[in-house]
């Protein structure tokens, strides 16, 4: 699958177990809030994340009165004011951990590129794993990379393609 043109929000919603989603981009929004253990997450179209406690009862709350919520929340977590701003980070901030799905495991490449040299893509394979353990490997294999290549780096996911399948060449 294709990923390096997906909107943040699209990447978030194949991680994110749908039971989870409470509002996504098709329901009259572009945003996409869900609920992770005992917070809620806002995700804006450019990737932004704000976090809040999770409300009792969080499911019944009409999607309006969610973002008044977090309009008038005192305990938000901005990502971006934290300096958080891949989604891997994010995640590892979130203690976030992928469910894991025993009966859709597969084995996927992993492509991901240097988005400022898009020469340097970097490659590996995961064997008996679901898809969205895959990416959320990839996502954190970006982010440590960022890390360990500073400023000078931004790697995002390419592709994550199962190894049966013939990999996608990326549009130039």
């Known amino acids: 699958m ?4 997906r909107k943040p ?6 991680l994110i177990p749908r039971k989870n ?6 329901q009259g929004f572009e945003d996409l809030i869900f609920y992770y253990r005992d917070n809620l997450y806002f995700v804006h179209e450019d990737g932004a994340v704000v976090g809040m406690k999770r409300p009792r009862e969080v499911e019944k709350i009409a999607p309006d009165e969610l973002w008044e919520l977090l309009f008038y929340a005192k305990d938000t977590f901005d ?8 989604i891997g980070s994010i995640l590892l ?10 009966n859709q495991r597969k084995s996927y ?9 898009s020469s340097r893509v970097r490659s590996f394979e995961l064997q008996s794993v679901s898809f969205q ?40």
């Open 109 to 117: 490449r992993v492509e991901l590129v240097d988005m400022l040299d």
């Open 93 to 102: 901030e979130m203690g976030y951990l992928t469910e894991v799905q025993q």
């Open 21 to 26: 989603i409470l509002l996504a981009e098709g």
């Open 133 to 172: 353990y895959a990416l959320y490997r990839a996502l954190l294999e970006c982010h440590l990379l960022d890390l360990d290549g500073g400023e000078s780096v931004e790697y995002e996911v390419l592709q994550i393609v199962e190894i049966s399948q013939p990999l996608q060449q990326m549009h130039t």
């Open 9 to 14: 929000t699209d990447i978030w919603k194949l």
């Open 79 to 86: 990502y971006d004011d934290q300096g958080l701003f891949s």
């Open 2 to 5: 294709l990923l390096i043109d």
